[in-house]
C-alpha cells in the first residue's frame, strides 16, 4: 500500500461534474488499495471572486483580511469534495491549513511553510480516511490565518508529500504532462516521461507554467517525486525527479517567453561600479533582472542592455530616468529558451540552436546561456517561427 | 470606557451600502470611547447558496462537512467586514471561532458551546483594536468546526457578553425593538422601552421570532443585558434583562402563531396511560406538544386533543395512525397568546383577553395558561382580527 498525495487545481474542480471527476480520480486511487491525501483548490473562478468583493470594499485592504477571505475558497472547495466522496462512499475527512498542521511564517499573502504537525494527518489515515486538505494556507505563529500565494495548493501538496514521506505527488492540472514545447503551437512537441527537478525549475522559470516554481524547489529539496498529469485524460503524465535515466535526448524543451521587455542604457561611463549602482537600485525594488548584456567600451563609454518582466518596465524607467540620459525601452521582444541538463557536456548544443534560428532567418538580439539552458532574446514577431525550428532540429520525427 | 458587543444579521450584511452602514455603526461605537467586539452572520443569502452548492452534490452531505463548508460564510462576512473598518480607519482584527476561543460540544450542525477561551479576545482589545467575530461557529475537542445551528450568531455575541463581561450586548436587526404586537399587522402596536428574559423567552416561543430563543436563554443564565434595535434606524430599542421597572403595563405583547396544527384523538379508553403512552411515543421521535386538553370521560371513553408545529403533523400522523381509529387533523389554526409577568397577579388578566375575543364574535377552541401567558387556539381566518382586538384591550391609545 503506498501513500499518494494529489493536488488539483482551480480548474478541475471549477463544477459539479468536475468535482465528480475528480473524487473518482481520489476514490479510485484509494480503492486500488493506497492511502491517498488530496489537495484542491478553490473552484474556478472563486478566487478572482473573493478579490473583486474585497476590492469593491476596500481597494487596499490588510493582507492578513485577504488571507482569512481568500482561505475561504479553499475551505468550501475541501468540504465540496468531501461531501463528494461521501457520495462515492469512501471514508472522508477536510482540514484546513490549521488542522492538517501548516505552521507558516507571518508573511501574510506569502506566508512560507515553516513546518507541519503531521499528528492529525496521520490520525485520519490511520482510520483509513481518505483526507481532503485545503490547499494554500495554514497559520502563523500569532494564531492568524496565512495563505501561500498564487499556486500555493502545489506548495501545499509537496510539503505534504515530503512531510509525510508519500510514494508520490500527484499535481493534476489540464495538460497531460511537461511537453519539448508548447503542443498548442508546435507540431511534433513530445510530452517527457522523465524531467529533472532542475530542468523542471528551468522551464517553469522561463514560462511553461505547468508547474509553481517554489513547489518544484521544495520537491527539490525534499527529494518528493512529482507527476504532472491531467485530471480529465487519465494516462500517465511526466515524473518529475532528483536524477533521470540517461537517453540520447539532450535537451528536454523549448519554450518561449514573450513576458519580457529590452532596457537599454546608452552611453554610459565606462568606469567601475557603474553596473553595481544600477542593479542596486533595481534590487532594493525587488526588480528581477533577467539577461544582461554589458557592450565592450569604446570612447570611454559603453551600453547597458538588460531584461525584465514586462510589468516591471515602467518601474524601472521612472527608477533610472533621472540618472540616465538615454534609456531606451523595447517591448517588442520574446525570449527562445532550450533546457536540458545534459547539454553541458555537449558543446554543439548551442550552435545547433543559433543554425535553426538563422536557417528561418531570426536575427538574436541577446544570448544568456547557464549549465542546464540557453536562451536568446530575439524580435516578439519571429517567436512562434523560432520555436518551431529549434524544436524541429532537437527533435525530429 | 464600556465594553459593546454587538451582532448583525445576515441581512444588514447583505451587500456593500449595508456592510459599510454597520461598519458605521461599529466605528461610531468605537470612536465614542467603547470597546467594541461586534459578530456577524454570514451576508444575505451566502447561507443558503451554501446549502444548495452542497446538495447539488450530496443530499445528504455529513454534518462535520457541512459545518465546515457553513462556516466559511461567517469567515467571509467577518473579514470583508474588518477590511471595510479599515477603510474607515479604525484598528480592527476579524477572529474566527477557534481563533475567539469557541470550544464546543462536537454535535455538528447544533453545537453547543462549552466554554470560551477569551485570552486572544482581551489581548487585541489591550491593542485598543475593534473585533470582528464570526459567528455561530466554534471548535470541538476532535479540533473540529462545529456550527450552532441557525440564530447561532445571537448565540456568539450572548456568550462573548458573559464571557468579556460585557456591559451591553446590541443584537441590531430590521426591526426597531420588540413591540407589543407585530407593528406590520396591528395599527398602534408599541415599541417596548424594557422587556424580562422570560417574557422575551415566551414571545419568541410563540413566534415573535426577533431574537433568537437559545440566545435569550443564554443571557438569561449569565445575565446579560441585551438590547434589540435596528441597524437601519439609530434610535433606542428595546432592553432585555432580569428584572425591569415596574409599569402599569401588565401585558407586554400579544402575539400570533400560525404554525400550528391541532390534532385529536377521538375515543380513547377512559383509562390510566393512556396520554403517556401517546406522548411517550411523541417524544421519542423529538416531536414538541403545545397546548394538550383531555376531554371529560363519559361511557369509559373520551378525547386526548393536542397541537404540534405544522411540520410535524405528517409524522404525528403516521405514529398514531395505526394504534388509534379515529385521529382528527385540523390545520386551519392558529394560536393568539398575550405574555406579561404581571398577569400571574392579576386574575383579570384572562377574562379582559376572552371578552376582547367575545366582542369580535371569535370562538376558542383551546386554551393553555402559564405563569406569564395565556393562549388561545382559534381559527385561523379569525386569527388577525383576534390580535388586533385583543391589543386594543390592553393597549388602549
Chains 1, 2 share one sequence.
Not at 24 to 31: A, L, M, R
Not at 52 to 76: F, T, W
Not at 129 to 156: E, H, L, M, N
Amino acid at each position: 500500500m503506498a501513500l499518494i498525495v494529489q493536488k488539483f487545481g482551480g480548474s478541475s474542480v471549477a463544477n459539479k461534474e468536475k468535482v465528480f471527476n475528480v473524487a473518482k480520480i481520489i476514490t479510485d486511487t484509494y480503492n486500488a488499495g493506497n492511502s491517498v491525501i488530496a489537495v484542491v483548490s478553490a473552484q474556478g473562478d472563486t478566487t478572482d471572486d473573493l478579490i473583486a468583493a474585497a476590492h469593491a470594499i476596500n481597494e487596499k485592504p490588510s493582507k492578513r483580511e485577504m488571507d482569512v477571505l481568500m482561505s475561504a475558497g479553499e475551505q468550501m472547495s475541501a468540504s465540496l469534495m468531501a461531501m463528494a466522496i461521501e457520495k462515492l462512499g469512501c471514508p472522508v475527512v477536510s482540514l484546513l491549513g490549521w488542522q492538517a498542521g501548516f505552521q507558516t511564517s507571518s508573511a501574510y499573502s506569502l506566508a512560507r511553510i515553516k513546518s507541519i504537525d503531521t499528528g492529525r494527518m496521520t490520525r485520519e489515515l490511520d482510520q483509513n480516511r481518505i483526507i481532503i486538505v485545503a490547499g494554500f494556507q495554514g497559520i502563523c505563529k500569532y494564531g492568524d490565518v496565512t495563505t501561500f500565494g498564487r499556486g500555493g495548493s502545489d506548495t501545499t501538496a509537496d510539503a505534504i508529500a515530503a512531510a509525510m514521506h508519500a510514494d508520490r505527488c500527484q499535481i493534476f492540472t489540464d495538460v497531460e504532462g511537461v511537453f519539448t514545447a508548447d503542443p498548442r503551437k508546435v507540431k511534433n512537441a513530445q510530452k517527457l516521461e522523465e524531467i529533472t527537478y532542475d530542468e523542471m525549475l528551468e522551464l517553469a522559470t522561463l514560462g511553461a507554467a505547468v508547474l509553481n516554481n517554489r513547489s518544484v524547489e521544495m520537491a527539490k529539496k525534499y527529494n518528493v517525486e512529482l507527476e504532472v498529469l491531467s485530471s480529465l485524460n487519465p494516462v500517465p503524465g511526466t515524473i518529475v525527479k532528483e536524477k533521470i535515466k540517461m537517453e540520447k535526448m539532450l535537451v528536454r524543451g523549448v519554450t518561449k517567453d514573450a513576458d519580457t521587455t529590452r532596457i537599454s542604457i546608452v552611453g554610459v561611463p565606462d568606469v567601475p561600479g557603474v553596473a553595481f549602482r544600477i542593479f542596486d537600485k533595481l534590487a532594493a525594488k525587488n526588480i528581477n533582472v533577467d539577461i544582461i548584456l554589458q557592450s565592450y567600451g569604446h570612447n570611454g563609454q559603453q551600453d547597458i542592455t538588460f531584461t525584465v518582466a514586462r510589468s516591471n518596465a515602467d518601474a524601472v524607467l521612472e527608477l533610472l530616468n533621472n540618472d540616465y540620459d538615454k534609456v531606451v525601452v523595447d517591448n517588442a521582444v520574446a525570449k527562445i529558451s532550450i533546457v536540458g541538463a545534459g547539454m553541458e557536456t555537449h558543446p554543439g548544443t548551442a550552435s545547433k540552436m543559433f543554425e535553426a534560428l538563422y536557417g528561418v532567418d531570426v536575427n538574436i538580439l541577446m544570448i544568456a546561456t547557464s549549465e542546464i539552458k540557453i536562451s536568446v532574446l530575439i524580435d516578439e514577431k519571429d517567436a512562434d517561427k523560432a520555436v518551431s525550428a529549434v524544436h524541429a532540429a532537437f527533435f525530429a520525427e
